[in-house]
């Protein structure tokens, strides 16, 4: 078959083949206005010419005057088009379609089916590699032995000689020091990477919790920092110094510091303040990299002086974070620092080194930082720096990090401060998990030491310091979660469910403190808390609250209800107690930060009378003085936990106060928000096609919300999300056989949703599938009423279509929709919908925006026509129109648009034309719609009719052939070429070649594309095979003859 008569194999069985199905509505004024006065005449077979029927179109219709084989292309009964566009004034070719057997090309091309046996073969069976291992010694006298074995992998001869070693690779490691600082930093990031996965990935890491922390704990109160200023002494000279005399010189250096070579900068804001630890961080690393290592020593050293400091204690969790990532910054650069130091010309230190591995100048190195360290006066500078570097100490000894954990949890006793204590165990504890988290007694024995100095909070000396600064102690206990929690997540990290119940039992003995409860609540594994929640709310009932309200430790209890699940029996019982507590809060946040969490516990566990309970309660809470407005966040986390555990959207919709907890949301971004999260919801979770009336009302009041939010500033983004959440909402309705109904829905949709063109389009869709399932449903035989429906369908689609903005949309709508009409026997309707197709191709614009950028359109014309095409095939004549009326007025068109100068597609139009008009002059089409009768029934191979189309061949072939000889220049040879083949394959895959005129104008066409060498050569080779395998068919022997004028140029 023919490339150019693009068909797909469903039409062969009567079917159009219609794609983009949609549905439509019962518009009586419409239907009249898309329909014409009479459709009887095409019920009738129209008499052909060899009758002497006076009212066969092939004799009504005229064609225009014109020049030597010219005809006029523009006979219209409808338009004012009076002249004719394409006239030819050169040597025409008559054009004979040659007569096609389209079954028996469907015969010949259709795959022969061969049976085939599998045996023992299988596409997904694994395949066995069999390895042959040869040695052989090609010396004289020598013997070689061969041996085989079967593996299922193969393995490198080479690999397994060099050990993984590659001579060329260390060689070049040693004469290159880039290669061999590249290969330390290949093995730095294996490092780092190896040392992140010493705990799994179940352990929350410290980054996760340092935004968090700097965003929780601001001030608005003035700060002050002690910056270095530096000493100049002892800088000249030093290169030539002994090294005793290096040595006296930086400990001058740290004495010099510590004397008070430092400047105070008060009245700092947060801002400068944190502007200025970023200085001392950036200050740190350029003092490395030049080789200032006391310099940097003393800027950590300053840095950790200011963690002693709480004149603003609001603050100190945000410092405390701040001057650690320094620390650790320094504790890198230390220990990359002493690494290196292991690394010569030959080896790299492998990553799980023995202290046995690093060489002498780093051990000495290492310990020499250990001592400067050591000389540091003050404790807590001195704690921190030395935790800093506590990795360092795997290059002394293998029980380094072991005896010094111990020790310095011990130095933390000496902190009077429990806020400085707490802070100063919980980065220990961070330190201790990244260099040795097996070390779980030293994580305890901070827990516990802890414990003992925890009831300093209340003591005489802290509650004077929050006197003097004017804090509460409802604002001070907060400053210590951070710091409790991380020391909790490292102990409870992997532990046994027995370290829950002696914590417990230690909060027990220090009166249930509700901080410590919150801490263990928050740490612990949510399995081990679900199953003693009981136990847990006891325990909150009799804890003393001063400072830490009870709401929070059942918000905490909740969070843990909510990843694990309690004993069923106390399922009711944990929700009652809690809520007694929760419904009693004044405080707006206080309450809404509480029933957000215990909502999820609540849809989870319960139906939908007790959610309902629970929402009636929030709105109860949330209305007075409009207090929804400050916690949209929070009610949105609720109606996203109850669409989460509500995925039957009648159940969910039935519950009586979720519209109005809906209505909250006033803000209108907010309430688009929360509308995108239901129809995601419901679009994700909605098996099968619903007719409900209480989803369909609520479903249309949310779509209404988003549509509503468009406007001139709405990004084409967003437009696209709301289409989509709003078209799968449309896919979701179906009243089945009640097609009636299913129109008026789409009615109503349409006048809600105008704004909105990708909605617009689906409604068309589904309209035009409406009415196919209705044509499905009677079998293609309509009764008057339901005649009546598709005509309102189709009328609904020929409304719609001219609102939409973007021109192929509503170009291959017209189209579609026209399909639709066709098959449902509408044939006036179609004609309207191809009528404006036609009239709507002159506005097709040079350029049109895909995806944000400006593209040619020519070429989507041109598959827009192709596609035209192949419709136009099966449209009967109108009997007042003449005959291939819509093909001429598609002509003119064509003719009359402005193409680009340096184009060819008009002319791949025109041949997409011809063969068009020779699939119509067969005596059969490839193609029917049931019920609808095409021109080859009502001409039945008529003389007048073939003589028409012709001459309309003929005409279509002048313009192609002149487009041709336009194309004679050096700039367009290669573009004359390739449409020179490109005819000459369209005429001999549809002429008749035994035509004498026709087969010279193909040879003339051959030797034209090969004219200028422009040809592809490997095509022409393909084309001749092609003719001469033809050539040997009964009905194609004319095709030797041809062959053999066909000659070939040489590639010389």
Known sequence: MAPAEVVTRAVRSGELPLTSMASAENEACAVRSVACASQAWRLQKVLCGRCGAASCPSQTWRPGGAGRG?????????????????????????????????????????????????????????????????????????????????????????????????????????????????????????????????????????????????????????LSINLFMGSEKGKAGTATLAMS????????????????????????????????????????????????????????????????????????????????????TFGKLVYERIFSMCVDSRSVLPDHFFPENANDTAKETCLNWFFKIASIRELIPRFYVEASILKCNKFLSKTGISECLPRLTCMIRGIGDPLVSVYARAYLCRVGMEVAPHLKETLNKNFFDFLLTFKQIHGDTVQNQLVVQGVELPSYLPLYPPAMDWIFQCISYHAPEALLTEMMERCKKLGNNALLLNSVMSAFRAEFIATRSMDFIGMIKECDESGFPKHLLFRSLGLNLALADPPESDRLQILNEAWKVITKLKNPQDYINCAEVWVEYTCKHFTKREVNTVLADVIKHMTPDRAFEDSYPQLQLIIKKVIAHFHDFSVLFSVEKFLPFLDMFQKESVRVEVCKCIMDAFIKHQQEPTKDPVILNALLHVCKTMHDSVNALTLEDEKRMLSYLINGFIKMVSFGRDFEQQLSFYVESRSMFCNLEPVLVQLIHSVNRLAMETRKVMKGNHSRKTAAFVRACVAYCFITIPSLAGIFTRLNLYLHSGQVALANQCLSQADAFFKAAISLVPEVPKMINIDGKM????????????????????????????????????????????????????????????????????????????????????????????????????TVMAQILEHLKTLAKDEALKRQSSLGLSFFNSILAHGDLRNNKLNQLSVNLWHLAQRHGCADTRTMVKTLEYIKKQSKQPDMTHLTELALRLPLQTRT
């Open 70 to 222: 010219g005809v006029r292309m523009g006979s219209r009964a409808d338009g004012p088009r009076t002249s004719g566009h394409v006239t030819g004034k050169m040597a025409v070719f008559p054009w004979h379609s040659r007569n096609r057997n389209y079954k028996a090309e469907f015969a010949s091309c259709r795959l022969e089916a061969v049976p085939l046996e599998f045996g023992d073969y299988h596409p997904l069976k694994p395949i066995t590699v069999t390895e042959s291992k040869t040695k052989k010694v090609n010396r004289k006298g020598s013997t070689s032995s061969t041996s085989s074995s079967s593996s299922s992998s193969v393995v490198d001869p080479l690999s397994s000689v060099l050990d993984g070693t590659d001579p060329l690779s260390m060689f070049a490691a040693t004469a290159d020091p880039a290669a061999l600082a590249a290969a330390m930093d290949s093995s730095r990031r294996k490092r780092d990477r190896d040392d992140n996965s010493v705990v799994g990935s179940d352990f929350e890491p410290w980054a996760n919790k340092r935004g968090e922390i700097l965003a929780r704990y601001t001030t608005t109160e003035k």
């Open 855 to 954: 593209r040619p359109s020519e070429s989507f014309l041109l598959e827009f026509l192709c596609n035209f095409f192949s419709t136009l095939l099966i449209v009967p004549d109108h009997p007042e129109h003449g005959v291939l009326f819509l093909v001429r007025e598609l002509l003119n068109v064509i003719q009359d648009y402005t193409w680009e100068d340096n184009s060819d597609e008009k002319i791949r139009i025109y041949t997409c034309v011809l063969h068009l008009l020779s699939a119509m002059s067969q005596e059969t089409y490839l193609y029917h719609i049931d019920k609808v009768d095409s021109n080859d029934s009502l001409y039945g191979g008529d003389s007048k009719f073939l003589a028409e189309n012709n001459k309309l061949c003929e």
């Open 245 to 328: 005399e290096k040595v006296r010189t930086r400990l001058e250096e740290l004495d010099d510091f510590e004397e008070g070579s430092q400047k105070e900068l008060l009245n700092l804001t947060q801002q400068d303040y944190v502007n200025r630890i970023e200085e001392l961080n950036q200050s740190l690393k350029d003092a490395w990299a030049s080789d200032q290592k006391v310099k940097a020593l003393k800027i950590v050293i300053q840095c950790s002086k200011l963690l002693s400091d709480t004149s603003v204690i609001q603050f100190y969790p945000s410092k405390f974070v701040l001057i650690t990532d320094i620390l650790d």
